[in-house]
């Protein structure tokens, strides 16, 4: 499915021609988010960089009857998204009944805030150009990881996985073969939560969920230029 990007949604214009979508389901830059309005409620689903993509925070709001309520909400936000993120940030969802009234705009308004089960939904800044890495950052999380080798920045690339006895494949030394580097980042970018890496020596280790994967030597000098490739965008970056 592709999902469209727009920039904002901070006037009524903006979001008259975003309903008037066949499909009112998009990504939002600013803030990062991504709205969906194809009901009576309105769901926004924040996608911050620490959450990248994993049980994001989730906010529906609307009422069973009506999409008059949820519209009443955005005009009296002045029609920006910002504003009615801000406003949902600030209550207190704490209390055992996860319904409640907001910003006294309608009696049938409700609010719940939770977490998305949409775990492979990563925000579009994450998928686009990935710049090379100037030194070694203070934690090697995905984003990092995928800089690294999206540039080429590191040496002698070998897996750190053991096969078990009489795994079909095993190398001589008991171990499995290394992955090839799209495989590696196309398992980055779908589920870049399950990855970490720590430096042992001179020597960077990848872990998927605290398994070890591969290894490599981290070299930060900047890339060449490149020929630019045919394709979007995450193809060419992957």
Request: glycine share 6%; net charge positive.
């Amino acid at each position: 499915m592709i999902i469209r990007v727009l920039p904002q949604l901070n006037s009524r214009q903006q979001w008259i021609d975003f309903c008037r979508r066949e499909t009112p389901y998009c990504f939002v830059d600013q803030p990062e988010c991504l709205v969906d309005f194809q009901s009576t409620h309105l769901q926004i689903t924040l996608l911050s960089n620490r959450s990248q993509g994993k049980d994001a925070i989730k906010y529906s709001l609307g009422s069973r009857r009506s999409v008059e309520p949820a519209w009443k909400l955005i005009r009296a936000c002045n029609w920006d998204l910002s504003a009615v993120v801000a406003g949902l940030e600030q209550m207190d969802f704490s209390s055992n009944v996860r319904d409640n009234s907001l910003l006294g705009v309608h009696t049938d308004l409700t609010a719940r805030k939770f977490f998305s089960k949409e775990r492979s939904v990563v925000a579009p800044s994450k998928v686009g150009l990935l710049k090379p890495l100037k030194n070694t950052p203070e934690i090697w999380h995905a984003e990092s990881l995928l800089r690294l080798l999206a540039n080429g920045q590191y040496n002698d690339l070998r897996s750190e996985q053991i096969a078990l006895p009489g795994t079909e494949g095993n190398t001589l030394n008991g171990g499995i073969p290394t992955p090839s580097i799209n495989s590696l980042r196309l398992m980055l970018l779908d589920k870049p939560w399950e990855w970490i890496g720590q430096p042992h020596g001179d020597r960077l280790h990848l872990f998927r969920e605290r398994q070890p994967m591969v290894s490599l030597v981290p070299d930060f000098t900047p890339p060449g230029p490149r020929l630019k490739a045919k394709g979007n965008a995450r193809q060419q970056y992957l």
